[in-house]
């Protein structure tokens, strides 16, 4: 089994709100990636959790904050959020960090910012 | 700095007609190549890695080759359910996926 869940699909937020994206795999992964991808263009990495702990951060807005509680589930947690944060935003696991292992990606949370 | 560039941009095809997706990239320290493919709204799906030059890997109607500069993403014998954008992402010394802008693949019937 390769599967990523997302939770949930779509989400609207207003730019008080405070919301939370949430990420399960059950494949034994030590790796964990969050990604955001806007219309058109490729995924862009944000955050990767190695072995439950922040190993990279791409230099993204503190309105957005990872948390990895356990080896299994990844949360992004959403604050103040501005209009041009609207994307899909992608979970992914690998076997580990690096080593050129495959990332499977989950089905995506569809964000809308208004 | 890490660079990657797909051509095309897009490829429209007939059903059946047989066509390559180029992958040109600069890596420093390339670890592996991936290609996946994405349908629109929904994540990216893993098909091959690729870890060395002269490497090739294939699955149904697609052949992934890899040179030390390029990949190709051959496809033969289109069918419309290929229709997709086909994202390629080597992984350098960074152990990060550098992904191209993609090429949106359309399969007419």
Redesign the interface.
């Given at each position: 089994d390769?599967e990523?869940t997302q939770t949930p699909k779509h989400l609207v937020m207003g730019m008080t709100n405070k919301k939370s994206l949430k990420c399960e795999q059950h494949m034994g992964h030590r790796a964990m990636y969050w990604y955001k991808q806007k219309a058109k263009?490729?995924?862009?990495?944000m955050f990767?959790y190695s072995y439950e702990k922040l190993s990279?951060n791409e230099s993204v807005p503190s309105r957005f904050s990872p948390e990895c509680p356990n080896s299994s589930l990844l949360n992004l947690h959403l604050h103040a959020l501005q209009p041009e944060d609207s994307a899909?935003y992608?979970c992914?696991s690998s076997p580990g960090?690096?080593?050129?292992y495959?990332?499977?990606?989950?089905?995506?949370t569809?964000l809308t910012v208004t | 700095e890490d660079q990657v560039t797909q051509s095309p941009e897009a490829l429209r095809l007939q059903e059946g007609e047989s066509s390559s997706l180029n992958c040109s990239y600069t890596v420093s320290g390339l670890r592996g190549l991936f290609w996946y493919r994405q349908d629109p709204g929904k994540g990216p799906e893993f098909l091959f890695t690729l870890y060395s030059a002269g490497e090739e890997k294939e699955k149904e109607r697609l052949k992934a080759t890899l040179t030390k500069k390029e990949s190709f993403l051959h496809i033969t014998a289109p069918k419309p359910e290929d229709s997709a954008t086909y994202l390629c992402a080597p992984e350098g010394g960074a152990q990060k996926l550098v992904f191209g802008q993609g090429t949106r693949l359309t399969i007419n019937p």
């Open positions: 390769t990523v263009k490729p995924p862009e990495l990767v990279i899909l992608l992914a960090p690096g080593g050129a495959e990332q499977y990606f989950g089905p995506g569809r | -």
